[in-house]
C-alpha cells in the first residue's frame, strides 16, 4: 500500500510516486505499464483515480498508449532523465528552505549535507 497526504489530491501524489519509479529505473522506458486496476490494487485507490493519474503521465510524455496492447514507459530516456533533474531541484530547493528555517548558515547547511553524504550519523 501506498502511503498518501491527505491533504493533497491522491492523484497529482500517484503521478509523482510514478515518475519517481521510472526514473528511478522501477519501470524501464518502453516497458509494459500493469494496467490501472492492478496499479489501483497496490496503491488501494479508486481505478478511476488510478485512470485520472495515467491520463496525467501521458500528458507529461512520460507514458503512451498502444490502445489495442495497453500503456507503456516513455523510450524518451532524454525526458525521463530531465525529469529527474527537474525532481532533484524541487527536492533540493525544499532541503534548502528546510534548512533556513530552522535558521541554519550556508557553512551550517554545508555541513548538513557532507555528513549525510559521508553516511555520519553525528
Not at 519517481?20 to 494496467?35: C, D, F, L, R
Not at 532524454?78 to 525532481?87: D, T, Y
Amino acid at each position: 500500500m501506498w502511503q498518501m497526504d491527505s491533504n493533497r489530491p491522491i492523484y497529482i501524489q500517484l503521478v509523482e510516486r510514478i515518475i519517481k519509479e521510472i526514473i528511478a529505473g522501477k519501470y524501464q522506458p518502453g516497458e509494459k505499464m500493469p494496467t490501472v486496476r492492478e496499479l489501483a490494487e497496490i496503491a488501494r485507490v479508486n481505478p478511476n483515480t488510478m485512470q485520472k493519474a495515467f491520463s496525467q503521465l501521458e500528458q507529461k510524455g512520460m507514458l503512451y498508449t498502444d490502445r489495442t496492447v495497453g500503456r507503456y514507459v516513455t523510450q524518451d530516456q532524454a525526458k525521463i532523465r530531465e525529469k529527474g533533474k527537474q525532481l532533484a531541484r524541487q527536492l533540493g530547493e525544499k532541503f534548502l528552505a528546510d534548512m533556513r528555517a530552522l535558521g541554519l548558515t550556508e557553512d551550517e547547511i554545508m555541513e548538513v549535507l557532507k555528513t549525510l553524504m559521508s553516511g555520519d550519523k553525528a
